[in-house]
């Protein structure tokens, strides 16, 4: 059961093969049985892939979340939804297109710098489908190395990618 003194974290959920949106509620699902309570969901954006060429667009969607997970066991509760939703991943390959990504945004105000994982996301002050959807339940969250907003980095964002909100 969530708690306030569990900490406040935001993931990013993303789809570009199979059925994007059932892809999207059975990440969440997965993760709920995995004490990684969902208290927030943004609207399911679409959007092109970002850095390489893919048939289909991408479905993303912001989570506020509640977890007892430590930054590396949640990393590792992702990866391995991931891994049971059937993303393969290579090392050294770069992008490519896949059923279900699970990012870790925010974990509370926390700095991680591990081999294996940076938190705050080191791009997502780059990246608009990121945070349109984050800016959707988190607009005052405060990017806690840039010491602004997410609306802040949102309307300072170079990245001119369409993020188109779905019904």
């Known amino acids: 059961m969530a708690t306030a003194l569990h900490p406040l974290v935001f993931l990013l959920l993303g ?97 991680v710098s591990a081999p294996q994982l940076a938190v705050p996301h080191p791009r997502l002050h780059e990246r608009r489908f990121a945070l349109v959807p984050l800016a959707e339940i988190a607009p005052n969250m405060v990017h806690p190395t840039l010491r602004k907003t997410v609306a802040q980095l949102l309307r300072e964002c170079r990245d001119t990618g369409s993020v188109v909100k779905l019904e």
Do not use: K
């Open 15 to 111: 789809s570009n093969m199979g059925c994007r949106r059932q892809l999207l509620r059975q990440a969440c699902a997965m993760l709920r049985q995995r004490d990684v309570w969902v208290e927030r969901a943004s609207s399911v954006y679409e959007s092109a892939p970002w850095g390489f060429e893919a048939e289909q667009h991408f479905l993303n969607m912001a989570l506020q979340v509640r977890t007892p997970h430590s930054p590396l066991r949640l990393l590792a509760v992702a990866q391995q939804v991931e891994q049971r939703m059937g993303r393969a991943r290579s090392a050294g390959a770069g992008y490519s297109s896949r059923p279900i990504d699970v990012d870790i945004l925010f974990y509370g105000h926390s700095v």
